[in-house]
């Protein structure tokens, strides 16, 4: 694994490479960022930000979700994959917003991960993006980088990577971080085709020696 100072310059690189880096999910409140985090399970942003331009203009608020029936709310979200479990999650989401947090978002990650459909990844972007608080959230952006790179271990888990994360990364940089490595990943170390051959870490990036070392990087 990469040192202390590797993996400093490594994030500082990274942080030159994409400064702007943000959450590219369209919401305007924390509610909406939580049905669009949940959407993007196994799905593209830009696809989510294509089906929420209409979702969310038809649904407002969690009782609206509730006022239709469950086949309805599939349709509406019919390109998205796993629709039918994400709508009987939506539904059961805005239930329990409702019922048990006044139809309002919790800010804290314990509660959120109590939500239908909302893991610890999820929790961790609304958390960050919602209120501010210091968080990685490990998709697989951040999970495949952060193996490649040598951040940590091959063999650990998303937990154990988060974990890591945040031995390593100071806790004010912590969601900055989060969604710079996305951007590198999403953009730049791509998972079918990283762009080895023109990547600034190439000479310290464990998974690029090993590909080239098989003849699949061709260096200019």
């Given at each position: ?15 030159e490479?994409f ?8 919401h ?7 049905i ?34 469950l ?6 979200i019919?390109?998205?994959?796993l ?8 539904q ?15 800010k ?7 939500l ?19 968080a990685?959230a ?22 154990e990577?988060?974990?890591a ?8 940089e912590?969601s900055v ?16 085709r ?9 000479s310290?990036c464990?998974?690029?020696?090993k590909r080239?070392?098989?003849?699949l990087?061709?260096l200019?």
């Amino acid at each position: 694994m990469l040192t202390k100072k590797q993996i400093e310059f490594c994030l500082e690189t990274i942080g030159e490479m994409f400064p702007d880096a943000e959450c590219e999910l369209v919401h305007d409140n924390p509610f909406e960022l939580v049905i669009a985090v949940a959407l993007s399970a196994q799905c593209t942003d830009a696809l989510v930000n294509k089906v929420t331009k209409t979702l969310f203009q038809k649904y407002k608020k969690p009782e609206d979700y509730l006022a239709v029936p469950l086949e309805e709310l599939q349709q509406d979200i019919r390109s998205i994959g796993l629709y039918r479990n994400k709508a009987k999650n939506i539904q059961k989401l805005c239930k329990m917003l409702i019922e048990e947090y006044g139809g309002e978002v919790p800010k804290d990650r314990d509660e959120l991960v109590k939500l239908p459909g909302v893991g610890r990844k999820t929790a961790n972007v609304v958390v960050s993006v919602a209120f501010g608080v210091p968080a990685i959230a490990v998709d697989t952006h951040v999970e495949r980088v952060s193996k490649r790179l040598g951040f940590c271990r091959w063999k650990d888990s998303v937990t154990e990577v988060e974990k890591a994360l945040m031995k390593k990364v100071p806790e004010s940089e912590w969601s900055v971080t989060h969604h710079r490595l996305i951007f590198f990943g999403r953009y730049h170390c791509k998972a079918q085709r990283p762009k080895c051959e023109v990547c600034p870490l190439f000479s310290l990036c464990r998974e690029g020696q090993k590909r080239y070392k098989k003849g699949l990087v061709k260096l200019p």
